[in-house]
């Protein structure tokens, strides 16, 4: 009985502890960045009347085109102070969500179709979506999920990405290994992140944001905000002092029942 106890002591405080560090990864400050609905490294070219709810901006490379007749409700960053401040916390980000440990290996599935919960969700090379992928929150309004490529992301015309059940875009991210190609009229969610470069066909939305760190991102009559991406509490560049108490108790939690188990079983 008292076994039984301990092993459910270490199973919650584990949880507690993966939760905590997802949540923390996915959720976490993209910066200066933070206010760009679109940023490239090398270029930014559109075609046609795209809306980008944000700032627009590109470093180190200088060179922003098709605006007009695309707009922006924000200011526009060509290879300034600004911009280069962006690509280093993109940079910061990238590399935090690179190190999430993954929770499941979804290499050689393709994403449509699936309705996935909260997760670090990991593909060795190139990831494929084909249809419509749900993201189920479970009533968490900070739920997150993290998918990592190891090279390219693709998605087929009309692909949809959508979070149900109290889940918020900002809870969503795409660390792309390389580039990242959204297929036309696709309906995206998330921070897009890429290594390489972004290229929006004809028609594809996000609700969240494309960032290239080195190279172009290209646009073709795109809607992109995250206007509507606030969370139930505020989003931290780092842990706060109570949420590295929660780690703490869960992982105190964690050895007190693993320990228990050992010298029960001595």
Do not use: E
Request: glycine share 12%; proline share 3%.
């Amino acid at each position: 009985m008292l076994r039984t106890r301990f092993r459910i002591v270490t199973m919650v405080g584990l949880a507690t502890f993966v939760a905590s560090a997802v949540g923390m990864l996915a959720q976490s400050s993209l910066g200066t960045a933070q206010g760009f609905a679109v940023l490239g490294g090398s270029t930014v070219t559109n075609t046609g009347a795209s809306v980008l709810t944000g700032d627009l901006g590109v470093s180190p490379g200088g060179s922003i085109t098709g605006f007009p007749p695309g707009i922006r409700s924000g200011t526009t960053h060509a290879a300034d102070a600004t911009a280069l401040q962006a690509q280093n916390d993109l940079t910061t980000q990238f590399n935090t969500l690179n190190a999430a440990a993954c929770s499941a290996d979804l290499t050689g599935q393709d994403l449509g179709g699936k309705t996935l919960t909260t997760g670090v969700y990991c593909f060795s090379s190139s990831a494929q979506l084909t249809g419509p992928l749900v993201l189920n929150a479970q009533g968490n309004a900070n739920a997150t999920f993290i998918f990592k490529t190891g090279s390219t992301l693709t998605t087929a015309s009309g692909s949809s990405v959508s979070v149900i059940n109290g889940g918020n875009p900002c809870g969503v991210a795409w660390k792309i290994g390389s580039s990242a190609t959204l297929g036309t009229t696709t309906s995206f969610t998330g921070n897009l992140i890429a290594l390489t470069s972004i290229t929006l066909n004809t028609g594809a939305n996000i609700v969240g944001r494309a960032l290239a760190r080195n190279g172009a991102v290209t646009l073709d009559t795109n809607n992109i905000s995250f206007a509507n991406c606030t969370l139930a509490g505020p989003i931290p560049a780092v842990p706060t002092l109570s949420q590295w108490a929660l780690i703490l108790l869960s992982l105190l939690l964690a050895l007190a029942g693993y320990t228990a188990m050992r010298r029960r079983a001595v």
